[in-house]
């Protein structure tokens, strides 16, 4: 089993950047395929972001796509978003989850282990 905690989010205006990042405990990183999801107020949880668990395969949202970058620190057991020119439609709660399988998948359902998630707020 994988434990996850969020950090990083927080409020900024239209146009700025943010970092979350995605500590992970418990077994090792390298041995999941890590997602990113996010769910605003009154909608569906939906796929953000991909990073694959062995050649570090990356895969986005169109929404979001040129804006945000997944990356991953195995060593750190840590996983990253970078999120440049935000906008108010990034606002949401943002997730980090895990699956064991070797590809990415945008299926949320196909995700085993999901961290509490952390806040970001863009305003305009």
């Known amino acids: 089993q994988v434990q996850l905690v969020e950090s990083g989010g927080g409020l900024v205006q239209a146009g700025g950047s943010l970092r979350l990042s995605c500590a992970a405990s418990?077994?090792?990183?390298?041995?999941?395929?890590m997602g990113w999801f996010r769910q605003a107020p009154g909608k569906e949880r939906e796929f953000v972001a991909a990073?694959?668990?062995?050649?570090?395969?990356?895969t986005y949202a169109d929404s979001v796509k040129g804006r945000f970058t997944i990356s991953r620190d195995n060593a750190k057991k840590t996983v990253y978003l970078q999120m440049n020119s935000l906008k108010p439609e990034d606002t949401a709660v943002y997730y980090c989850?895990?699956?064991?399988?070797?590809?990415?998948?945008?299926?949320?359902?196909?995700?085993?282990?999901w961290g509490q998630g952390t806040q970001v707020t863009v305003s305009s």
């Open positions: 989850s895990a699956r064991s399988g070797y590809s990415v998948s945008y299926n949320r359902y196909e995700y085993d282990y």
């Open positions: 418990g077994r090792t990183l390298s041995s999941y395929t």
């Open positions: 990073i694959s668990r062995s050649v570090g395969t990356t």
